[in-house]
């Protein structure tokens, strides 16, 4: 190890992955691991619940932390972080996506390559980024969307012991039908209406970064840098529109449709007119609710970037 690298990481590096994760692939992990230590001493903690990774993120002790998995376990870091006020004082984080979605990677322009995302983790750029924060306290590290989407995944999620890798495009079709024509949701961002509700809405996406689900572009103007929260709103709700909603959701243009409205902000309030409504946060899908409140907090925590 050369002088210059000692310099760069004098404490070495902490690479923490959660062992109960489909990511946690020991030959993966073990190639990543071999790869960051070319450039600093690097212990491996393997997680076990989040008791155990709290321990491990606020234990660093002045080492870069570098968490190996996707985007559920980045969520769940940056949550931890954020309950314990320290998404700053830990450092800037390396990220190594070994995840199925790897949505927050994309967005960083991080290779999805183990070993390329390794070698960045070790000598990028720390950037600050920014986090949504609902009146849970919940975070959001890349997008959040109520509507049709978060109805399939919840409903995915029952069907997965049973369905297992089928559970998704069950769970679409079942949220599809369910979701009859809409939902009508208000929303308002920093105080404008956005949509009054009135219409019923397909999808509301708020985004940090732009894509879901593995590269969807939901919200394609987003940029995790800038300090608000990008708002795409789709009232595609009848057959014809959601089939070319889906298609061009596909290249990102279906912003340009005259049944979609984008917006920017720092507040973004959703409120349901009637019955109750889901939101998947980087994936995680939560119970029905009636009105939620996002805030956007700029330059809160710091990745280590390609540039």
Known sequence: MGT??????????LAVVNAGAGSARPAAVETVV????????????RTRGLDDLREALLGADG????????DGTLHAVLQLLWDAGATRSVGPLGIVPLGTGNDLARSLHLPLDPVAAARIAATGRP???????????????NTVHAGIGAAA??????????????????????????????FRLRVEVDGRIVTTGERPVLVVGIGIGGTIGGGAPLVPAADPHDGV???????????????GFAAGLRRGVHVERQDVITATGKVVEV????GTFRLNSDGEVSDPQRFERFEMHADVWQAVCPW
């Open 4 to 13: 210059q690298q000692q310099e760069e990481h004098p404490d070495g590096i």
């Open 34 to 45: 071999g790869e960051l230590g070319r450039e600093a001493d690097v212990e491996l903690r």
């Open 127 to 141: 950037r600050d980024l920014e986090l949504l924060v609902d009146g849970h306290e919940r975070i959001t590290v």
């Open 63 to 70: 080492r870069r932390l570098v968490v190996l998995g996707g």
């Open 271 to 274: 409120t349901a007119l009637d």
């Open 153 to 182: 995944t919840a409903k995915a999620q029952r069907l997965k012991k049973v369905l297992h890798a089928g559970a998704y495009p069950v769970g679409a079709l079942w949220a599809g039908v369910g979701a009859g024509r809409g």
């Open 229 to 243: 929260a990008d708002v795409v709103v789709s009232a595609s709700t009848g057959p014809l529109a959601r089939l």
